[in-house]
């Protein structure tokens, strides 16, 4: 695996579901979204839920550990995401010790 980004993965996804919350809950404090940027860093941020990345990219998967913030206090995990064949975004956020989330994203 590689630090950089592999082209399919590189810029913003908007978060249009996820398995735990509602729509209005994930775009609370803005569009919820995650984004890869280069040298294996990256973000992610809805409904009160904002994180920094560290990305390990793969040809179709991206593995990442992260932390920040839920409503001020401070929160880590892990998660992954993978693109499938109609072009999307699909992962999951785990918080440690806490809930894991199902994402789907599409290209911001």
Same mark, same amino acid.
């Given at each position: 695996?590689?630090?950089?980004?592999?082209?399919?993965?590189?810029?913003?996804?908007?978060?249009?579901?996820?398995?735990?919350?509602?729509?209005?809950?994930?775009?609370?404090? $803005?569009? !919820?979204? &995650?984004?890869?940027?280069?040298?294996?860093? /990256? @973000?992610? *941020? +809805?409904?009160?839920?904002?994180?920094?990345?560290?990305?390990?990219?793969?040809?179709?998967?991206?593995?990442?550990?992260?932390?920040?913030?839920?409503?001020?206090?401070?929160?880590?995990?892990? $998660?992954? !995401?993978? &693109?499938?064949?109609?072009?999307?975004?699909? /992962? @999951?956020? *785990? +918080?440690?010790?806490?809930?894991?989330?199902?994402?789907?994203?599409?290209?911001?």
């Amino acid at each position: 695996m590689t630090r950089a980004p592999s082209v399919p993965f590189k810029g913003k996804w908007r978060i249009v579901r996820m398995d735990l919350w509602d729509k209005a809950y994930l775009d609370m404090l $803005g569009p !919820a979204h &995650i984004t890869f940027q280069t040298k294996g860093q /990256g @973000e992610f *941020a +809805f409904g009160c839920v904002q994180a920094t990345m560290a990305c390990d990219y793969a040809t179709q998967t991206v593995f990442f550990t992260w932390e920040g913030c839920d409503e001020m206090d401070p929160v880590h995990g892990e $998660g992954s !995401a993978e &693109i499938i064949d109609d072009g999307f975004l699909e /992962g @999951e956020i *785990a +918080f440690h010790n806490g809930d894991e989330a199902g994402f789907k994203a599409q290209r911001a």
